[in-house]
T-cell receptor, first 112, second 115 residues
């Protein structure tokens, strides 16, 4: 039961360009979406989130877009930096629920 | 303020042995969550606990797995009679409050290898 999907296992971009990571979900009852970043041998760290009542949330170089009708969200990183190289997980939560549903992750490589 | 701590970081067990994974939440956090990440997959929710109570164990396998979060001490995820398929990274997270809006902070994980 994969309710959250990240169809691109990897993405490579040049430093300074935009990175766009995509995520699709199937459960229309999800009301909160999050992006986590994970470096090797570390736990995921929270990056940015968005409520289902919004379509955009911005925090510095990171912007998350939500398209509810398409059940799609994306994370934009601009400009991309080599330090952004990591695995990015999309996650979704049901209202007032305890667990998060994670996608399989996208490995981002930013080349200097 | 120390983050979420997990130990051991790496654990090797032979088939049939028991594995005990420990998680100390962030100071002031009373909600603990356990996730498992199989190779090439995302994290999968296992169980949510508050002090002395299991709140939601819907993601926990019905057999061999158990979890506790005693009044004193860390949360423990226990796997009895481990099998090769249990090999995975196990992450613990904690939050200050419950509910979907509350950020979960993750520990570094325990990588379990079953020989």
């Amino acid at each position: 039961d994969q309710q959250v999907k990240q169809n691109s296992p990897s993405l490579s971009v040049q430093e300074g360009r935009i990175s766009i990571l995509n995520c699709d979900y199937t459960n229309s009852m999800f009301d909160y979406f999050l992006w986590y970043k994970k470096y090797p041998a570390e736990g995921p760290t929270f990056l940015i989130s968005i409520s289902s009542i919004k379509d955009k949330n911005e925090d510095g170089r990171f912007t998350v877009f939500l398209n509810k009708s398409a059940k799609h969200l994306s994370l934009h990183i601009v400009p991309s930096q080599p330090g952004d190289s990591a695995v990015y997980f999309c996650a979704a939560r049901l209202y007032n629920n305890n667990d998060m549903r994670f996608g399989a992750g996208t490995r981002l490589t930013v080349k200097p | 303020n120390a983050g979420v701590m997990q130990n051991p970081r790496h654990l090797v067990r032979r088939r049939g042995q028991e594995a005990r994974l420990r998680c100390s939440p962030m100071k002031g956090h009373s909600h603990v969550y356990w996730y498992r990440q199989l190779p090439e997959e995302g994290l999968k929710f296992m169980v949510y606990l508050q002090k002395e109570n299991i709140i939601d164990e819907s993601g926990m396998p019905k057999e061999r797995f158990s979890a506790e979060f005693p009044k004193e001490g860390p949360s423990i995820l226990r796997i009895q009679q481990v099998v090769r398929g249990d090999s995975a990274a196990y992450f613990c997270a904690s939050s200050q409050y419950r509910g979907s809006r509350n950020e979960q902070f993750f520990g570094p994980g325990t990588r379990l290898t079953v020989l």
